[in-house]
């Protein structure tokens, strides 16, 4: 079969026509705020009272980015222990300019002290600005949605069934 000439450029127009017809979609940005999907990433919140300032984010940071300074503290001993000694985070600080939003620093966290918020207005107008500080951080915490629940078909977690089983046989 042969093609007329011209029928691209017919096909074209007609999606031009269609589109055309059609209520444009567009929102304003500022005034009107963009559904964001669940769970999305905006920016890294820190949770400081989980943070012992074991450094497993800043050292697997493929950026370096993260900034975290502390001090040794020891606390006295109970009784006739020995003092104890702890980190106590002094300065914990993302350079938001170099991070690449991986996600590895809040996977390596052993103590859920980094959490994705869905923040996403922290823009500077000086780069040299975009360090932000643990008081920074600690205000995106809370606007960290909570994690999904959980399937309710599924089994219920190792932990609690272990507990269960343990609770039956300590019963007479």
Same mark, same amino acid.
């Given at each position: 079969?042969?093609?007329?000439?011209? #029928?691209?450029?017919?096909? %074209?127009?007609?999606?031009? &026509?269609?589109?055309?017809?059609?209520? !444009?979609?567009?929102?304003?940005? =500022?005034?009107?705020?963009?559904?964001?999907?669940?769970? !999305?990433?905006?920016? $890294? /919140?820190?949770?400081?009272?989980?943070?012992?300032?074991?450094?497993? @984010?800043?050292?697997?940071?493929?950026?370096?980015?993260?900034? $975290?300074? !502390?001090?040794?503290?020891? &606390?006295?001993?109970? #009784?006739? #222990?020995?003092?104890? !000694?702890?980190?106590?985070?002094?300065?914990?600080? +993302?350079?938001?300019?170099?991070?690449?939003? @991986? #996600? +590895? @620093? $809040?996977?390596? @966290?052993?103590?859920? /002290? &980094?959490?994705?918020? =869905?923040?996403?207005?922290?823009?500077?107008?000086?780069?040299?600005?975009?360090?932000?500080?643990?008081?920074?951080?600690?205000?995106?915490?809370?606007?960290?949605?909570?994690? =999904?629940?959980?399937?309710? %078909?599924?089994?219920?977690?190792?932990?609690?069934?272990? /507990?269960?089983?343990?609770?039956?046989?300590?019963? =007479?």
């Amino acid at each position: 079969m042969a093609r007329l000439p011209g #029928g691209g450029l017919a096909k %074209g127009l007609a999606v031009t &026509l269609r589109t055309m017809a059609r209520p !444009s979609i567009t929102r304003q940005y =500022p005034e009107v705020q963009p559904d964001l999907p669940p769970r !999305s990433r905006g920016v $890294i /919140a820190l949770l400081e009272e989980n943070c012992t300032v074991c450094m497993l @984010c800043a050292r697997e940071c493929p950026d370096w980015c993260i900034y $975290i300074d !502390s001090h040794k503290e020891t &606390l006295p001993a109970e #009784g006739r #222990g020995r003092p104890r !000694s702890r980190n106590v985070l002094d300065r914990f600080a +993302i350079d938001f300019s170099l991070c690449m939003y @991986c #996600g +590895i @620093c $809040i996977e390596v @966290c052993p103590f859920d /002290a &980094l959490f994705w918020s =869905p923040e996403f207005e922290y823009a500077e107008y000086d780069i040299a600005e975009l360090t932000h500080e643990k008081e920074r951080l600690r205000e995106w915490m809370w606007t960290v949605p909570p994690p =999904p629940a959980h399937d309710p %078909g599924a089994e219920p977690p190792k932990e609690v069934t272990a /507990a269960a089983r343990a609770a039956e046989r300590g019963r =007479p």
